[in-house]
């Protein structure tokens, strides 16, 4: 192998738990390997970004990997880390997901290649839907005991918590069904290794162990750190809930900005994990950045890779675009280039006003526009004040009370920007 998986993981800070012998094994030549990936939304968030990077990092490497959909084991609910169990969903509802899915890693994995390392798209309930629950208890349940199930660390701490359901026999099945898919995928597919969140060693394992009993062969295991935030808030959540890959839940603009807005010391830790710089680049960069932080060059480094990557170059000049308007100087004409979703999300809670068309096709007039139609200005007289002193402006432009606001200087044919002193943003918006 041209590239050492294991030790670009190392470097990166992406290993946390690896099966002796795991490294070497891969070094054998090409490997398969796995990530499960929870179907209950259509679309990734970025808590699912760092698994969908140890599948590139291992496809770069030329393994094959695997994006195993958990349409079954999506049904049941995973105890690890988690406090309740998941909504059931329908198989119509999962094949959409899947396809959203699918079109989301196709981003970042090669599926449509000739080459023998092309990534594949599985779904367990494929192999599960038509499996008898007396099938299953004897051809599985028989070869794992109840002590090995109890001993993991992720029912262990389900059964210990406070909380007052317990854990049912439906989740304490969990691991011996995700056990089971590794089985599948090593019978079916010659996969050896599966890999997850530390949170999945248990489950991990317990796929292994099935291999060595049922399947007569050896399968190794390999997680990565559940990733956190310096400051102990929750990794890859907003103010609005997840952080999505998909641009109608979270707009490239807040994406950009999530990355934007992360501290130093996590821009240190992500850009290492969430981008594809090389060693030297990255060192070169938290160098730069660490004499003058305040330029934040490394967190501007990091939003503009990871933009790029999920959505594309054009999301990402949007974005850039979008945060110039609000942080920096910016024209008329590329305010008018905004889409109107990210016009609305820069300027949203900003106070607005609504204008009938027909005032703007004969011409509003700034006094009109700034107080008599809209009491953005208090009154007339004050208006005037602050046009004489030459601080407002149309859509980023300053103007003079003689300036008059046409169909022309609508943005998205709807919207006009408004603005006293560096702040102060007021939105017309015409109907």
């Known amino acids: 192998m041209a590239v050492n998986f294991v030790a670009e993981l190392k470097w990166r800070g992406m290993l946390h738990d690896v099966m002796p012998g795991t490294e070497e094994h891969l070094l054998k030549g090409m490997q398969s390997a796995y990530v499960g990936i929870d179907p209950t939304a259509n679309s990734l968030h970025i808590g699912h970004l760092v698994g969908v990077m140890m599948l590139r990092h291992f496809q ?6 695997f994006a195993l959909v958990g349409g079954a084991t999506g049904m049941i609910g995973d105890p690890s880390g988690k406090s309740s169990e998941r909504n059931l ?9 899947q396809e959203a899915l699918k079109e989301q890693l196709s981003r970042f994995l090669d ?4 080459a023998d390392n092309a990534a594949e798209l599985v779904n367990n309930y494929d192999w599960m839907k038509d499996f008898s629950f ?5 051809d599985v349940g028989k070869h794992i005991t109840v002590n090995y199930m109890m001993a993991k660390d992720s ?4 059964l210990s918590s406070d909380a007052a359901e317990g854990m049912s026999f439906t989740e304490f099945t969990y691991q011996l069904v995700q056990g089971y898919d590794f089985l599948y995928l090593y019978q079916h597919h010659n996969c050896t290794l599966q890999m997850g969140g530390s949170d999945q060693w248990g489950n991990i394992t317990t796929g292994t162990e099935l291999i060595r009993r049922i399947g007569k062969g050896k399968g190794f295991a390999l997680t990565c750190p559940l990733i956190t935030k310096a400051d102990g808030s929750k990794f890859g959540k907003s103010e609005e809930g997840n952080v999505w890959l998909d641009a109608h839940r ?10 934007l807005n992360t501290s130093d010391e996590d821009a240190e830790k992500y850009i290492k994990i969430f981008t594809f710089l090389s060693k030297e680049a990255i060192e070169h960069l938290v160098r ?18 990871i933009t790029v990557m999920v959505h594309s170059k054009e999301a990402l000049e949007n974005a850039l675009m979008a945060s110039a308007i609000l942080f920096g100087k910016t024209t008329s004409e590329q305010l008018k280039k905004l889409d109107e979703a990210t016009f609305l999300e820069v300027f949203d809670g900003v106070p607005q006003a609504e204008i009938s068309r027909n ?3 004969e011409g509003l007039d700034m006094i009109g526009a700034l107080s008599a139609k809209t009491q953005f200005l208090a009154s007339n007289g004050e208006a005037r004040r602050e046009l004489k002193q030459n601080s407002i402006s149309v859509n980023k432009e300053k103007v003079n009370e003689q300036f008059v606001i046409k169909t022309s200087d609508l943005i998205n044919e709807k919207y006009v920007l408004l603005q006293r002193g560096k702040k102060n943003y007021y939105v017309l918006v015409v109907n």
């Open 89 to 97: 969903l329908d198989e119509t509802t999962l094949r959409l997901n």
């Open 111 to 114: 599926f449509e290649s000739d």
């Open 359 to 361: 005032e703007v096709e």
């Open 155 to 158: 029912v262990k701490k389900r």
């Open 288 to 305: 730069e950045h660490r004499e003058v932080p305040h330029q934040r060059n490394l967190q501007k480094k990091l939003a503009e890779e």
């Open 250 to 259: 979270t707009s490239p603009y807040k994406f950009y900005q999530y990355w």
């Open 60 to 65: 770069l490497a030329g393994h094959k990997p």
């Open 134 to 138: 007396l099938d299953f208890i004897r």
